[in-house]
């Protein structure tokens, strides 16, 4: 599967996940968000806008596009050989970098072995033996499946 592929997939997971959102609004923790769960920063033109702001499709899907390229790097630092990795394990890992970053996925260490080794039904029971799996509901259950399903 091609990176592009793989994006195009979890941008499908992402959106049934996080919404798809035209104005800026409050996530769950309180925090400014557009579009396809994009908390907005400083960096961004948005910064000042007041809830309810309308966004543009075009900068929603240009947002996304970025922040799914930090998720995939960050998944392909967190994990050796990425691309190797069966194709349901990598938008496992791709969604879970974008919903959590780098820095909270790499702390699912059981887990990143066990993907390392290619036993995935492992990896699954790892991602379910965590606080994040307990938070994100559905979610967390919808990626757990898929991750005992992956097929190297």
């Known amino acids: 599967m091609t990176k592009d592929e793989l994006i195009e997939i979890v941008k499908e997971d992402l959106v049934r996940h996080e919404g798809y959102v035209t104005e800026i609004y409050l996530c769950s923790e309180g925090y400014p968000t557009f579009g396809i769960g994009h908390m907005v920063t400083e960096d961004d033109m948005e910064h000042t806008w007041p809830v309810g702001t309308p966004v543009t499709d075009e900068r929603i899907l240009d947002v996304f596009r970025k922040d799914c390229d930090i998720a995939y790097t960050d998944a392909c630092t967190l994990v050796l ?21 780098r ?49 190297a």
């Open 81 to 101: 050989n990425f691309a190797g990795q069966a194709p349901d394990a990598q938008r496992v890992l791709v969604n879970m970098a974008f919903n959590l970053g």
């Open 103 to 151: 820095n909270r996925l790499s702390q699912f260490k059981n887990m990143l072995r066990y993907v390392n080794e290619g036993n995935y039904l492992m990896a699954a029971n790892e991602m379910i033996d965590s606080k994040w799996y307990r938070q994100v509901g559905r979610r967390s259950q919808e990626l757990v499946d898929i991750m005992k399903e992956a097929k």
